[in-house]
């Protein structure tokens, strides 16, 4: 690094470092020193790129194929209604999330009902793991795009799909909310 870079460099982060009362001690006992903050794993300062309308159209659309197959899967079982509609912010973007509780049907039919959607999602490729959560069956699946988490208990059995993190315009995600909660009520 020029002796420019280095200077400019040090002027940043010393106003970064006066922030943070761990580095602003540390920079004060240790002037010498050069102090290089890095994002945590993960992190990064570059934001993902927005995705394209229309994929997120494409999204929804398989999003709403496979709520159609658990829908049917859980009313063999159970009245569920209508899921739950939303777009939970997560690092990065925000996944869309539908949620659906079989209430009433108890833990047994519930166990069932994850066999079932076990072998239909199974049947079409997807990963599979079945274990407990505080002693309660639970199912987690991924085709790679979708994930999702069905739990039995004694009073109900929630099943939640999810799409990935996506980088998604205000717009779009107001746009499919609008068309999933139309397409879901229905």
Known sequence: MSDLDHTTFQRAGDATLADDPFWS????RHPDVDIVLLPADGETSVPAPVVPSDVV?????????????LAALIADHADAGAPTVRWAAADGGHALLLTASASGIGEEAGVGLLR???LVLGGRGWRL???????RPLLRATDGLLD?????????TAVRLATGVLSVAEADRDAVLD????EVAS
Not at 25 to 28: D, G, K
Request: aromatic fraction near 4%; avoid cysteine.
């Open 25 to 28: 001690a540390v920079r004060q």
């Open 57 to 69: 159209g494409e999204v929804a659309t398989g999003v709403l194929a496979t709520w159609f197959v």
């Open 116 to 118: 079932d959607i076990a």
């Open 129 to 135: 793991a079945a274990t407990r959560r505080a002693g």
């Open 148 to 156: 999702l988490e069905a739990e039995a208990g004694a009073g109900a």
């Open 179 to 182: 068309r999933v909660l139309e």
